[in-house]
């Protein structure tokens, strides 16, 4: 299966076209969005990203960052595309999804306690799943602030060291684009689309992943 990647859009339309038209002739299997379509909007400024995606007619998947507005989850269900608190399965392959963050100094739309989270992933998780969450684990490289604080969530990353998924999907800290593993779990953040970075994800019969960064 290929995974198209993409976090932190932001709003930015541009740069959803410019990925549309990068993409557009690759083969791949469903394009997962890991939070924050908008700036602090609501459905209106998501919709604008999310129609130039579903022009792709591919299956999209996505969850809320802690940016968007409380109307985008609604819109997200509304279009077939909402994976917060959910499971699907592609291809043989189940994803979990995830949206918002753990609680923050700043007090933005959607943040969840660690508990929350917590119940949430045991509830929708089979063995062997992915994740697509808006929020990277704690103390890994993927939730390095600039200032070097570390802000991730504790409890997924307990969740992944206890149930060692494949591969975890994340984004939320722009600047910790990268990719890291905890024992056998992969994670990547794909980097913010609205500077122009995505991921291309794939994973082969024997559920081995590999990881490109764009």
Known sequence: MRIIAITDIHGNENKVK????KIKDEKFDVLLIAGDITH???????EKSL???LELKKPVYAVMGNCDGRDVLDLLEELGTNLHDKRIEINGIGIVGFGGSNITPFSTIWEFHDDEIWESLNKNYRDGDILLMHVP???TKVDRTFTGLH????????FIEERQPPLVICGHIHEARGIDEIRRT????PGPLFRGHYAVIDINEGKKVSI???
């Open 18 to 21: 410019w990925l549309v038209e």
């Open 40 to 46: 602090f909007k609501g459905r209106n400024s998501a």
């Open 51 to 53: 129609k130039y995606l």
């Open 137 to 139: 684990p704690y103390k």
């Open 151 to 158: 802000v991730g969530s504790k409890a997924l990353r307990k």
């Open 186 to 189: 992969l994670i990547v953040n």
């Open 212 to 214: 490109t960064l764009y």
